[in-house]
């Protein structure tokens, strides 16, 4: 992999311009992707929080469900945060009927878990493999892990008030996903820690 990778954010709905700002700072190429030639021309990807459903349809309708599949299959780094988790689950409780995943981590999330839009919070969250103190984690109509496969590393749980325990951040191989949104923070250790995750491949 290039000292430089292309990454880019699937900019069909959420904090797309924050993403690609903390990428660029963590020394990465960072573009939009919206179309599937656009995603040929990166090395990895990056799902942000929005709105799963909607995400759902619009990759369904923009042709990136299965062209995302594909490159998932094939070995392409991809982080997803909090709406970005749920499309990167196996199998999502409460979704939709017809909503659809990228099919990535071997994992069950729940969306919404932690309630609804007034029921945002924040909590510290210490992320294994993440140098420094504990992640001032954001989340909003967030969802958690309810179960993972024998090949899905924990990498951080809530460890504070009544949602201590739940698993909020997680790893499959290349694919990483967390429950809460580090491009609101302005801390770019998680982003920092993807990025070197698609330099050492």
């Known amino acids: 992999m290039a000292d430089r990778p292309t990454i880019g954010v699937l900019a069909l709905q959420g904090d ?3 993403h690609v ?12 992707v919206r179309r599937p030639e656009e ?29 995302i599949r594909k490159r998932i299959t094939g070995g392409m780094p991809v982080y997803g945060s909090c709406a970005g988790m749920i499309m990167l689950a ?4 409460d979704g939709r009927p017809d909503q659809q995943s ?5 994992m069950t ?4 878990a932690f309630g609804r839009q007034v029921d945002s919070f924040e909590a510290p969250v210490r992320i294994n493999g993440v140098p420094g103190p504990a992640f001032h984690a954001v989340f909003i109509r967030a969802p958690w892990v309810e179960r993972v496969s024998d090949g899905v590393e924990v990498l951080g ?20 996903a967390t429950s809460f949104h580090p491009e609101l923070t302005g801390d770019l250790r998680v982003h920092q820690y993807f990025v070197d995750l698609v ?3």
Do not use: M, W, Y
């Open 16 to 18: 797309v311009r924050e």
């Open 21 to 32: 700002h903390a990428l660029v700072k963590c020394d990465a190429d960072a573009h939009p």
């Open 39 to 67: 995603l040929d021309r990166v090395d990895a990807l990056v799902v942000p929080g929005g709105e799963s459903t909607t995400i759902s349809k619009l990759a369904e309708a923009f042709g990136l469900l299965e062209p």
């Open 90 to 93: 196996t199998e999502v409780l």
């Open 102 to 106: 990228f099919d990535g981590i071997e």
């Open 109 to 112: 999330v729940r969306r919404n």
């Open 157 to 176: 749980q809530v460890t504070e008030g009544p949602a201590a325990g739940r698993i909020v951040a997680v790893r499959q191989g290349n694919l990483l």
């Open 199 to 201: 330099k050492s491949l």
